[in-house]
Nanobody, 126 residues
Framework: QVQLVESGGGLVQAGGSLRLSCAASRGTIVNYVMGWFRQAPGQERDFVAAINWSGSSTYYSDSVNGRFTISRDSAQSTVYLQMNSLKPEDTALYYC???????????????????WGQGTQVTVSS
């Protein structure tokens, strides 16, 4: 059993940056593929980014590619999401999640992720 805790959310102006963190409060994420998702009010939960076990492979949604960077520090069992050039449409509750496989056709599917955090709010003002 792995428990995930996100942090780093907040209020930022458009064009600004934030770095989200996801740590395992119980268990370890060393053997898991990690992903970030986000959900805006009234909308479905959307895939943002994923990273494989070693950090050597990453995958991004088109909407954040080139602006966001996912990374991991397995020694500290932490995953990061560096968000630059933020836009008001990035406003959402951001979740980290863990899964066992890194298969590109299914990497976006939230149903494939078995552990989830509670989320951290990101609000981007215009």
């Amino acid at each position: 059993q792995v428990q995930l805790v996100e942090s780093g959310g907040g209020l930022v102006q458009a064009g600004g940056s934030l770095r989200l963190s996801c740590a395992a409060s119980r268990g370890t994420i060393v053997n898991y593929v990690m992903g970030w998702f986000r959900q805006a009010p009234g909308q479905e939960r959307d895939f943002v980014a994923a990273i494989n076990w070693s950090g050597s492979s990453t995958y991004y949604s088109d909407s954040v590619n080139g602006r966001f960077t996912i990374s991991r520090d397995s020694a500290q069992s932490t995953v990061y999401l560096q968000m630059n050039s933020l836009k008001p449409e990035d406003t959402a509750l951001y979740y980290c999640a863990a899964r066992r496989t890194f298969t590109e056709p299914t990497i976006r599917r939230s149903a494939e992720y078995i552990y989830w955090g509670q989320g951290t709010q990101v609000t981007v003002s215009s």
